[in-house]
């Protein structure tokens, strides 16, 4: 199994680093531009809660990007989560003949 060694970027950190602060934006002010709550931007730049379809919808709507390049980080952390986590429950399918 091919792991990556780094951690990708919690699209929240890349939000924050590479939008927000550049803007000169509070997190307050991000939320509304956003339309969602100051308290769910703030779960997500700080990394307690993953992006959702929706949000990257709005993520991209914001900065003229696509909702898939936000999701897809979020997919690169997810998987790479697990791959470093693996259940030991988990067998293979017998080989189909």
Known sequence: ???TK???THPGVLLLEDVI???N???TEAAKYLGVTRKALSELINQHSKLSPEMAYRIA????TTPES???MQAKLD???IKNNVPENVKSFPQIA
């Open 70 to 72: 936000w999701y897809e």
């Open 21 to 23: 602060k550049p803007l």
């Open 6 to 8: 780094r951690k990708p």
């Open 79 to 81: 998987i790479w989560e």
């Open 25 to 27: 934006l509070s997190i």
């Open 61 to 64: 709507k914001a900065t003229n």
């Open 1 to 3: 199994m091919n792991i």
